[in-house]
Every structure is written in structure tokens, then in C-alpha cells.
């Protein structure tokens, strides 16, 4: 039995123009960075993660399994919008991406998760092992192609603070993933310990992509940290629409199970927020059904049932939009230009009302 919160939703925003803009542009830095000439059973496993092949190495049928390459398409608007060369972040945009799909091999084996962008995993078809390695590679093959903006005319000296900017910010992320994964045997998580959580594990990564486009562009160190900040609040919004979605999406439109979230025990924002806010009978249950190795229907029903009567999917359209607001606050003192001005506005909004 699903939520009727879902059945509910209005149809969400078209996904921004500025994702068709640099979608060349991302796989051409992405082609530079990861091997093709020779299919070795690395790269096979690299090039199947990227949505590249399928798993027997052939050309991938469709591109639904790229994902929306988000993280590069920020740095690549945060270096257009004001006015930078966009070659020169071509590397560095190619490095984002990559790192961010390390992450998600690991993630994908610590969650255990079976499929991701309409496939099946890594792990899934080839071990843990050899998934653990296939991260490893593109950890370190990210980094090198953040090294190479120095051969795209990218100052030495720019160069080495974007890669250290992409650096700080995921092992930020890593520390969230840890974090993420200690919430796992706790009960007494507040929304605060969410928030740091989210703002390490996905905020991080964004914050980064804006920054580092803006630093290849500007010498304005305001207009940096402006970005910044704008995508600290943009990752806090993009983060809480994502747990919504887990709990009340339309499965045909995210690709996930529904109910997958709350089978797992995972403190996504609802959790969180009905673990913080139950009392009496309702937070008895949710502590003897979160203290179960395995959740049946009529458990997944009773925790829906509790976040629905204590309003979590309200709170959590709130707390999104409120983080939408402040990310666009955060570029008002920001001189851009209308075309880019009217992109952030669609960004903002398509992050906050997204379907998928």
C-alpha cells in the first residue's frame, strides 16, 4: 500500500535547458579523462557504471543510465554565467562528474543497493571487490583530470586551488557518508544532525561545482563565495526533495521502489523528522519496526501512516522550499546576465519541484 501523498503530486518542472547545453560538452571531458581505446576489465566496469556499454561492453542502447551529469553542468554554468571561457572548465567539470560516480559505486555497495539508473549495479554483476576497485579507479582518474585544466590555458596556480576546492569537498563528502551510515543503528537523530549530515554528503560536492566555476571564470573572490553559497542551499534543497521523493515519488518516474527507503531503515529527512516528533504509541512502533532486520508491508504501511498524521511530507516541502529561497538570495548582489539570471531561477525551481 503506497502513500496517497504520491497520487497526489502535480506534474514537476522540465528539466533546465542548460542540462541540453552541456551535455556535449560534459561527454567530451569525460571521453579525455576515462580510457576507450582499450576495453580492459576496468575500464569495462568504468565505462558500464558511466552508462557508456552495457555489461557485455557494447554501446549502451540508450542514454538513460548516464544520469543528469548535475555537478558538471553547474560548473559549467557557474563559469558561462559569468562570462568565463568554457573550455577552460572543461577538465574540471569532467573531474566533478567523476568523483561524484566513485562515490556512487561505494554508496552502492555499503546500501546494498541492486540497481541504479534503471541497471543493475556494479556490485550487483561483478563482486564487491572488483566494485570496490572500479571506485578507487575513478576517484583517481578524476583527480588527474582536474590536474590536466592546467593544459587547458587554466593558470598553475588556479589549477591547484580548484583541485584542492574538489578535494576538501569530498572528503566533506565522505565524512557524510560516514555519518549517513552511523545513523543507521541510531534513534535519536535530530533534524540538525540531518542537515550537517546532508550538507557533508551531497551539499559538499555541490557547494564545489559552483565554486570551482566561478573561481575559473572570476578573480572575485565575493562572487565565489556567493556561488558557494548559493550551491550549499541548493544541495540542501536537492537532498531533502530527493528523501521525499523515496518515500512519496512516483516509482515510474524515479526509478526506485517507493518503499525502498523506508524497507531499508534508512534516516532519510522523513525518518528523521517522525523518529524526532512521535511520541506515545507512534514512536513506540517506529522504534520496534526500526529495530527489526526486515520490514513487511504492514510495517511499511504503519511508518507511511506516522509521517503522514505528523505532516513530515509538509515539513519537508517546506524546509525545501525555504533552502531554495536562501540559495537564491544567496546570488542577488551577484551582477549576471538575464539569460543566466533566468536559468538560476529555473535551477532553483526544478531542483525544489522535481519528479525525479
Same mark, same amino acid.
Given at each position: ?25 560534459? #561527454? ?11 576495453? $580492459? ?9 558511466? &552508462?557508456?556499454?552495457?555489461? /557485455? ?9 548516464? &544520469? ?12 558561462? +554565467?559569468?562570462?568565463? !571561457?568554457?573550455? =577552460? ?24 543497493? *541492486? ?14 571487490? =572488483?566494485?570496490? %576497485?572500479?571506485?578507487? +579507479?575513478?576517484?583517481?582518474?578524476? !583527480?588527474?583530470?582536474?590536474? =590536466? ?21 569530498? *572528503?566533506?563528502?565522505? /565524512? ?37 566555476? +566561478? ?15 548559493? &550551491? ?14 523515496? %518515500?512519496?515519488?512516483? /516509482? ?63 515539513? +519537508?516541502? #517546506?524546509? $525545501?522550499? /525555504?533552502?531554495?529561497? #536562501?540559495?537564491?538570495?544567496? *546570488?542577488? !548582489? ?19 519541484? =522535481?519528479?525525479?
Amino acid at each position: 500500500m503506497a502513500s496517497q501523498t504520491s497520487n497526489n503530486m502535480p506534474p514537476g518542472p522540465p528539466l533546465p535547458d542548460m542540462f541540453a547545453r552541456y551535455t556535449d560538452l560534459v #561527454r567530451e571531458g569525460l571521453a579525455a579523462a576515462v580510457p576507450h581505446a582499450e576495453l $580492459t576489465d576496468l575500464n569495462a566496469l568504468l565505462q558500464y557504471h558511466l &552508462g557508456w556499454t552495457d555489461q /557485455e561492453g557494447n554501446p549502451a542502447a540508450s542514454g538513460a543510465s548516464q &544520469g543528469k551529469a548535475l555537478r558538471p553542468t553547474l560548473c559549467m554554468f557557474a563559469c558561462e +554565467a559569468l562570462e568565463g !571561457d568554457l573550455s =577552460r572548465a572543461l577538465s574540471a567539470a569532467a573531474s566533478i562528474e567523476l568523483i561524484h560516480n566513485f562515490s556512487l559505486i561505494h554508496d552502492d555497495i555499503q546500501d546494498q543497493d *541492486l540497481e541504479r539508473r534503471h541497471q543493475p549495479t556494479v556490485w550487483a554483476l561483478w563482486g564487491q571487490p =572488483r566494485a570496490l %576497485v572500479a571506485g578507487d +579507479a575513478l576517484q583517481t582518474v578524476g !583527480d588527474l583530470a582536474m590536474l =590536466r585544466s592546467a593544459s587547458l590555458g587554466v593558470p598553475l596556480e588556479t589549477t591547484m586551488r580548484v583541485s584542492a576546492i574538489l578535494t576538501q569537498a569530498y *572528503l566533506e563528502m565522505i /565524512e557524510g557518508q560516514c555519518r549517513d551510515l552511523s545513523f543507521e543503528s541510531q534513534t535519536t537523530i535530530t533534524t540538525e544532525d540531518y542537515l550537517h549530515m546532508i550538507a557533508c554528503k551531497t551539499g559538499a560536492l555541490i557547494r564545489s561545482s559552483m565554486e570551482i566555476g +566561478a573561481v575559473l571564470a572570476t578573480e572575485d573572490e565575493d562572487v565565489a563565495r556567493a556561488f558557494a553559497t548559493f &550551491g550549499s542551499y541548493l544541495g540542501r534543497a536537492f537532498q531533502i526533495r530527493d528523501d521525499y521523493l523515496g %518515500v512519496w515519488g512516483d /516509482e515510474s518516474a524515479t526509478g526506485k521502489s517507493s518503499d525502498n527507503d523506508i524497507r531499508r531503515r534508512k534516516k532519510s529527512f522523513p525518518a528523521v523528522f517522525a523518529l524526532e516528533r512521535a511520541s506515545g504509541t507512534a514512536r513506540d512502533d517506529l522504534l520496534r519496526i526500526y529495530s527489526q532486520e526486515e520490514l513487511d508491508d504492514s510495517d511499511v504501511d504503519r511508518v507511511m501512516a506516522i509521517m503522514d498524521e505528523l505532516g513530515a511530507p509538509q515539513y +519537508a516541502e #517546506r524546509l $525545501t522550499q /525555504e533552502s531554495a529561497r #536562501r540559495a537564491t538570495m544567496a *546570488l542577488e !548582489d551577484v551582477t549576471l546576465p538575464a539569460w543566466a539570471r533566468g536559468e538560476v531561477d529555473q535551477l532553483v525551481d526544478f531542483l525544489a519541484n =522535481r519528479q525525479f
